[in-house]
Every structure is written in C-alpha cells, then in structure tokens.
C-alpha cells in the first residue's frame, strides 16, 4: 500500500540525511529542544496511518497519551488491509483472535490486555484497565467481560480472508511457524507478525507510548507477547524517553526490551544506539536463532530525536512531527 512512499535507507538519528527532505528533518533533529515535539512515531508501515491520527491530536495540543489511543485505533479497525493488529488479525492455530496491547503515560500509568478476543479496540480496553482500575493487566475472558462492561462492542474478529489464510496455513501447519521472516513463501508467512508500536511527544514534551497486535500467527492458544507486557513491548520514562517493540515476542520478553532500550538511553546512550544494544544483547544469547527471527525496536529520547534497529533488514518506521506528517525510515539491521 506505501510502496510508492518514499522509502529511506538511514535511521534518522543516524550521520547520513542524504535522500531525506533534508531541511525539514535535519532542524526537527539538531535543535534538541521544544521545536522537535510535538512528534509521534510508530512502527511499520502502517505507522504512516495511525500517526495521522495521532497527528490530529498532537497539532491541536493535545496529550501524548490522547494521540497514542487515537493512532492505534486506525490499524487496529479502520485498516482491514493488515493481518496483524486487531479486527482483521490472524487467529491462533485453533481459529481464534486473540489481541495484545497496553499503554503507558508520562506519569508511569499503565495499563494492559492479553490474549483478549471479540474486543476491535485493545488499545482503548488497555487505557480502561489503566485509569478504570487499580490492575495493570487483565487476560482472555477477563479482559473481554471489562471491556463489555465498559461499554464496548463484542464482535466477532474473524474475517473471511483471514480464515481462509489460517485454512490454508492448517495444511501445511506443523506446528512450527516460520518467525517473522518479511516476504516468506509459504502460506500466512508474509502476515504472520507486525505490531504497532506507538511513542509520541506532546507540545508540552510528555511523552505517552502504546502497542497493539494479533501477535504471532497461529500461536498456541493463550500464547502472548511482549506486546502487552510493561518493559517487554513498551516501555516510558517521562524524564528520559521511550521505546517500543516488534518481532518474536519470547525474545524481547526475556530481555526486557523497552525497559533495556530506556534505560540504555538514561545513560547517556541515542534512540538508535540504545536499540542496537537491545537487538546485539538478543543476538548474543541466541546467535544461531537470532539469524532465523526478526526483533526490531523503535525509541525515542526525552529532546525528541529517535532512533531504531533490528536484527533483520526490513523493518520500517513512520515519524510525524510539524514538518511532514508521512515520512517512512528503513531502521538500520544486524543482517
Ligand atoms: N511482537 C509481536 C508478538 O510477539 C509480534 C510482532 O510484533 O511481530 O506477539
């Protein structure tokens, strides 16, 4: 769908701005101060489009975290052309939706759903469990019997072409799904991750964070992610920055991912240096497995510049500030 975008080859925390509109970015990095928010950056490709609906927020002065559930929203229902966020999310090797996603303020408020089914909008039953009540995390049947309580339609997820993917996946299955590999042949292997993780600053410089998913294709029933978990999938330090996750999940769970990248950046470290040290971390507990899966992570610091880096090539990020609202990054990979 942003095939035509103009795609760029750095990182924009990196030395090189050469194909970038080049003064639009280079002020939005250099200055450090209040010209570089508001901004809001998201994962993916489909990060273009639920920055747009951040964007509307943010522009008008609005909270970080008010942008956040707006963006993720969009690929959440509105975009019925990704398999990988919720309502047209592949189901799990028994057929069914199960969503993850969770929120987090610049006051260290957060909240989260897991394994969570019938529900369009996680991100939005996510910020519930937040500001509703006293948990951070509610799961599967829990999570859904919130969210109904609170107002929210349950439907069904499930969408025809999505079950025709899983039917087509279940003759081959064995399973052992392929991990994130951008462009596989096989049936449901070019769908079967992609979360959207969100981090945004608002014109006040708070910054809020969130990310939502279907999680991995195909998954065993009540697998979750890193994506609802606080640390693992999303992380946001108001005096520092925040960071965001995609890819294998299991992988950025056991190295605490966002909470690593955050913290890596209150030491001194950039956006991107700080997730190059997450991704080379992964790498060097599993070198062998590392070469088979993707992780990628998405941060940005307190002055407003980001960064991002994955052990694949292929990850991409969309970031929106004043000067344009639909740049896409290549993030800069180990292979
Ligand atoms: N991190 C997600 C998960 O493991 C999937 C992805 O972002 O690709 O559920």
Redesign the pocket.
């Known amino acids: 769908m942003y095939n035509r975008r103009k795609f760029i080859q750095i990182s924009a925390a990196g030395a090189s701005l050469a194909a970038l509109s080049r003064s639009a970015i280079a002020k939005t990095i250099s200055s450090g101060s209040a010209t570089n928010f508001p901004i809001v950056i998201s994962t993916w490709d489909f990060g273009i489009i639920a920055n747009k609906g951040a964007w509307k927020v943010l522009s008008t002065g609005g909270r970080a975290l008010d942008a956040i559930e707006a963006g993720a929203r969009i690929p959440e229902a509105e975009d019925i052309t990704n398999h ?1 966020v919720g309502r047209t999310g592949l189901p799990d090797r028994d057929g069914r939706v199960t969503l ?1 996603s969770c929120i987090m303020d610049e006051l260290g408020n957060c909240g989260s759903v897991a394994a969570m089914e019938n529900i369009a909008h996680p991100i939005s039953v996510a910020r519930l469990v937040m500001e509703k009540t006293p948990h951070v995390m509610l799961v599967g049947d829990g999570a859904t019997q919130f969210a109904v309580e609170q107002g929210m339609k349950k439907e069904k997820l499930l969408t025809p072409e999505s079950e025709k993917i899983w039917k087509e996946w279940l003759k081959t299955a064995k399973y052992s799904p392929v991990m ?1 590999i951008e462009n596989g042949s096989k049936p449901g292997d070019k769908y079967n ?3 959207i993780g969100m981090l945004a600053i608002d014109a006040k410089g708070n910054i809020s964070g969130g990310c939502t ?1 279907s ?2 294709a195909f998954k065993l029933h009540g697998r979750v ?3 609802p978990i606080i640390g693992a ?1 999303l992380y946001v330090d108001n005096e520092v920055g925040g960071a965001t ?6 992988e ?1 769970i056991r190295n605490v991912g966002s909470f690593l990248v955050v913290e890596l950046m209150r030491q001194g470290l950039s956006p991107e240096d700080a997730c190059k040290e997450a991704v080379r971390r992964i790498i060097k507990k599993k070198p062998e497995t590392a070469k088979q899966i ?1 992780v990628g992570f998405l941060a940005i610091n307190k002055k407003g510049e980001y960064g991002a880096y994955a052990i694949q090539s292929g990850f991409s990020f969309a970031v929106c500030n004043a000067q344009q609202q639909d740049l896409l990054i290549k993030g800069k990979s180990f292979y």
């Open positions: 990988t993850d994130n991750h992609d979360t998913t999680g991995m992610g890193d994506s999938g996750s995609t890819g294998v999940g299991e950025v993707q």
